[in-house]
């Protein structure tokens, strides 16, 4: 069973800075990988989906890489703002087009004004 | 499209009654999937379907849950009889089988049984 693990669990960064976020699978056979966000009592929000043919996906300040052979993904933050105060989740998905996800435990990121 | 639709949005109820919890796909997807969450476990997927068939139950932690998929726009999980560990946020998500797969979210239910 595909184990996903994301370090830190927690981030405190001030307004403005970059940030990187960390994901490690221990499947490397993934058919997409999806990164979300999770407000506190919310459902999640997909943020970018990484096909299993790219290396990276970028929407806005946003940017995820993929290298499938090391079972790793990253997430960059750039220029935080307050408003990405969020957990943020990894989730490859199951290769076989089932389509399932399996999920880290997330990041929980706090960015202070 | 109003998104994936989860009802209710919170329910309370008494150890050994049945709870159902509902669900309406974006529509146009043919894939629904029914989550947990809690804070020891994190998410973890229940069932899912593909065209209303269910396709892997294997997440299901007892007999006492069940769900069906009569139709392309409605789901529904059960819990019978319900006990105190089931307590969690139950989320519900949509996509389409094919293509660029994206899963989206319903904002879930939060269950607690007292």
């Known amino acids: 069973k595909q184990e996903v693990t994301q370090i830190p669990a927690a981030l405190s960064v001030p307004e403005g800075e970059n940030l990187v976020l960390n994901c490690s699978f221990t499947?490397?056979?993934?058919?997409?990988l999806q990164w979300f966000r999770q407000d506190p009592g919310k459902g999640l929000t997909s943020l970018l989906l990484?096909?299993?043919?790219?290396r990276e996906q970028t929407s806005g300040r946003l940017n995820a890489s993929l290298d499938k052979s090391s079972g790793r993904s990253t997430l960059y933050i750039a220029a935080s703002q307050p408003g990405d105060s969020a957990t943020y989740l990894c989730?490859?998905?199951?290769?076989?087009?089932?389509?399932?996800?399996?999920f880290g435990t997330g990041t929980r990121l706090t960015v202070i004004p | 499209d109003a998104g994936v639709i989860q009802s209710p949005r919170h329910e309370v109820t008494e150890m050994g009654q049945e709870v159902t919890l509902r669900c309406k796909p974006i529509?146009?997807?043919?894939?629904l999937f029914w989550y947990r969450q809690t804070m020891m476990r994190g998410l973890e997927l229940l069932i899912y379907?593909?065209?209303?068939?269910?396709?892997?139950d294997s997440g299901m932690p007892e007999d006492r849950f069940s769900a069906k998929m009569p139709n392309a726009s409605f789901s529904t999980l059960k819990i019978q009889p319900s006990e105190p560990r089931d307590s969690a946020v139950y989320f519900c998500?949509?996509?389409?089988?094919?293509?660029?797969?994206?899963?989206?979210f319903g904002a879930g239910t939060r269950l607690s049984v007292l």
């Open positions: 989730a490859p998905q199951d290769p076989t087009g089932a389509n399932n996800l399996f």
């Open positions: 998500a949509s996509s389409q089988i094919q293509g660029v797969n994206i899963q989206y």
């Open positions: 379907f593909n065209n209303n068939v269910p396709i892997d």
């Open positions: 529509s146009g997807h043919n894939s």
């Open positions: 499947d490397s056979a993934i058919y997409n």
């Open positions: 990484i096909q299993s043919s790219q």
